[in-house]
């Protein structure tokens, strides 16, 4: 069973992180939606956060997952948000369980291939050896040498725990993402489709949906909405959060 943090009671709405992320970076954005009254839950999907490890790391497991976790919770319908990796899962369940989805939301993602991109994070992250018994300080001095943004290696390092004293580790399982990174960027089949209420938010400075692709995105999602916030880059709903929130919110209370 996927770990999650949950928060709130009343509709339930499932927030699905990026990749390499984890439900710990939607806490604040989940306990506002929680203060409106739906019941929030924030999952680690597989291989990421406190949720298990596995070999199988593809999107149609990932489905399976959120499907489990919501028959064990007993959330018959749900509204759902998910961002960059998170977001295509949403994509492929609403896609293949439309009856669970009442209102979809894909942030920063869109339904089309994408390549590999993330060669310099994981060659850092490779790049820490942890048999070194490095602190914090370490890996960061480390992780700088292929990573020079500071915001990309905060987020990295929140993954960052004490597996044992004196010995700190990554919670994702990076060996299956070097093997299996392809399958991040996988396109939903031709012919899907969803006809329900979807909202896309990009960031002004993001280039993972580019505003020529809207009619494409159409053909999967022909009632999606689309809204930019300007002067951010792909971890918008981090840099901002309150009008990311707004958005959202005044999406699901329509």
């Not at 009856?99 to 994070?121: C, F, N, S, T, W």
């Not at 505003?211 to 009632?223: A, K, T, V």
């Not at 707004?246 to 329509?254: E, G, P, T, Y």
Request: glycine content about 8%; overall charge negative.
């Amino acid at each position: 069973m996927l770990h999650s943090k949950i928060e709130g009671s009343g509709k339930p709405l499932l927030i699905l992180h990026g990749f390499l992320g984890m439900s710990d970076n939607w806490k604040t954005i989940g306990t506002q939606f929680a203060d409106e009254g739906f019941q929030v839950h924030m999952l680690d999907l597989r291989n990421h956060g406190r949720s298990f490890h596995s070999d199988e790391f593809n999107y149609q497991v990932m489905v399976e997952d959120i499907l489990n976790y919501c028959a064990f919770h007993q959330l018959a319908t749900i509204d759902i948000i998910g961002h960059s990796m998170g977001g295509k899962v949403a994509m492929f369940l609403a896609i293949n369980h439309p009856e669970m989805i009442h209102k979809l939301i894909v942030a920063d993602i869109g339904p089309r291939y994408y390549r590999p991109h993330h060669q310099d994070i994981l060659a850092g992250l490779n790049a820490v050896d942890f048999s070194l018994k490095p602190d914090r300080n370490q890996v960061d001095e480390r992780l700088k040498k292929y990573i020079p943004d500071f915001g990309t290696r905060q987020f990295l390092m929140k993954s960052l725990y004490w597996k044992e004293p004196g010995q700190l580790a990554f919670r994702f399982n990076l060996a299956v993402f070097n093997a299996e990174i392809e399958q991040v960027g996988t396109a939903l089949p031709e012919g899907a489709l969803f006809s329900k209420a979807t909202l896309f938010i990009k960031g002004g400075n993001s280039n993972y949906i580019k505003d020529e692709e809207h009619d494409e995105i159409r053909q999967f999602f022909p009632l999606a909405q689309f809204e930019t916030i300007l002067g951010v880059g792909h971890w918008l709903h981090a840099e901002n959060p309150q009008l990311f929130f707004s958005i959202v919110n005044q999406f699901l209370k329509r």
